[in-house]
């Protein structure tokens, strides 16, 4: 069973569309995350959350917003989709009081 | 923001040879480092972590180095193989988040 899982695998769409990302994960873990990897291979943190606590990372634009209607959950909303946001977005999870996050196989975001 | 780099961004190994892949992290109140292996396709997987308080930790086939004097890390592959061809990634943890370096690849040699 996959343990963190993302859909779709693969996003092609216009600039000034909105797209929705989903991230599921089956391990009963507390915080979530979404991350942006550019095409150099940089990893950067956009979002974590839990039930309690939503930490935005301050570079992310506003067009970006999580969503998350259960604790196993955690979507990704990108509003105006430009150019600069192709990029691969990666869903991870990890279980409070420990520190080793997992990683969702990743949405490869095209926009045209 | 936070800024985890590399020395290396591509290295080249025979397989077989041992591989070392290094970073430098910014934050010196950074009590938590990972490495993590990302193959081609796939989100990054775990390998091996360290916490600030040990110089050394090691696990099958891979150590990590901790040098807090000059913030560095390195990561060391035993007997390198094909299967460890992937990008390799230290991150670092100040606090609530994780901050990850470019990341280096590795291609190892058959």
């Known amino acids: 069973d996959t343990a963190v899982s993302q859909t779709p695998k693969y996003l092609v769409t216009q600039m000034g569309n909105d797209k929705s990302i989903k991230c599921e994960q089956n391990?009963?873990?507390?915080?979530m995350y979404w991350y942006k990897q550019d095409s150099k291979k940089f990893l950067k943190i956009m979002f974590s959350?839990?039930?309690?606590?939503?930490?935005i990372n301050e570079t992310v634009p506003n067009r970006f917003s999580p969503k998350s209607p259960d604790k196993a959950h955690l979507n990704l909303h990108i509003n105006s989709l430009e150019l600069g946001d192709s990029a691969v977005y990666f869903c991870?999870?990890?279980?409070?009081?420990?520190?080793?996050?997992?990683f969702g196989p990743g949405t490869r975001l095209t926009v045209t | 923001g936070e800024s985890v780099g590399l020395h290396l961004p591509t290295l080249s190994v025979q397989e077989g040879d041992n591989s070392i892949i290094n970073c430098a992290y910014s934050?010196?109140?950074?009590?938590?480092f990972i490495w993590y292996k990302q193959e081609s396709g796939k989100g990054p997987q775990f390998i091996i972590d360290?916490?600030?308080?040990?110089d050394k930790r090691q696990g099958q086939r891979v150590t990590v180095l901790l040098n807090k004097t000059v913030k560095h890390l390195s990561l060391q592959i035993a007997a390198t193989q094909p299967g460890d061809s992937a990008v390799y990634f230290c991150?670092?943890?100040?606090?609530?988040?994780?901050?990850f370096g470019t990341g280096t690849s590795l291609t190892v040699i058959p």
């Open positions: 991870a999870s990890r279980r409070a009081g420990n520190y080793e996050q997992y």
């Open positions: 391990l009963g873990h507390d915080t």
């Open positions: 959350y839990n039930n309690k606590e939503l930490i």
């Open positions: 934050n010196s109140a950074s009590d938590y």
């Open positions: 360290i916490r600030s308080n040990m």
């Open positions: 991150a670092e943890n100040p606090g609530n988040q994780f901050y």
